[in-house]
T-cell receptor, first 112, second 112 residues
């Protein structure tokens, strides 16, 4: 199955700023998925990123807040814009591989 | 998309079998059941999946009822390292075929 590297692994950011999270996969994949995991909660799908087209966002998530880039088949970025303390979460990327889906280890974001 | 219902937590003695139930009463005929687990501060890890038949691999067994409205994940000999949150997921169908929607999960506590 694919191996995913996420950067940064964690960050502490000031409110009102933006953070871009990178997701690198060791093989070419058509779809990449971004999830959010709020403290003590389950994972929530943010959007699906296809190479060469606009990302598809789930209900409750908008492009202005979570812009996504997908420049090639092995890389994607998620930006958390104009952050507030409510954005403090773990953000994970995922790709389809093997018998299921492979997840990165996540980016732990704290907004102060 | 089908929703899943799991008990919030369960305890299991080390060396005993852990049986984790999941209800998915609205599952449709072509939707798969997946199980993942998340050990603290890590990304979710694939365990097993199935459609209709019972499945077994080196990690676990999956028992799906005949009407497919519920399933049970069985860890045959639980160890302390199996302490994690276990997610039962029904994989979307149609336009949502490539999406995972996580439920709230079951926190399994394996005790010595």
């Amino acid at each position: 199955s694919a191996v995913i590297s996420q950067k940064p692994s964690r960050d502490i950011c000031q409110r009102g700023t933006s953070l871009t999270i990178q997701c690198q996969v060791d093989s070419q994949v058509t779809m990449m998925f971004w999830y959010r995991q709020q403290p003590g909660q389950s994972l929530t799908l943010i959007a699906t990123a296809n190479q060469g087209s606009e990302a598809t966002y789930e209900s409750g998530f908008v492009i202005d807040k979570f812009p996504i880039s997908r420049p090639n088949l092995t890389f994607s970025t998620l930006t958390v814009s104009n952050m507030s303390p409510e954005d403090s979460s773990i953000y994970l990327c995922s790709v389809r591989g093997g018998d299921g889906y492979t997840f990165g280890s996540g980016t732990r974001l704290t907004v102060v | 998309d089908a929703k899943t219902t799991q008990p919030p937590s369960m305890d299991c003695a080390e060396g005993r079998a852990a049986n984790l139930p999941c209800n998915h009463s609205t599952i449709s005929g072509n939707e798969y059941v997946y199980w993942y687990r998340q050990i603290h501060s890590q990304g979710p890890q694939y365990i097993i999946h199935g459609l209709k038949n019972n499945e077994t691999n080196e990690m676990a067994s999956l028992i799906i009822t005949e009407d497919r409205k519920s399933s049970t994940l069985i860890l045959p000999h639980a160890t302390l390292r199996d302490t994690a949150v276990y997610y039962c997921i029904v994989r979307g169908a149609g336009d949502n075929f490539n999406k995972f929607y996580f439920g709230s999960g079951t926190k399994l506590n394996v005790k010595p």
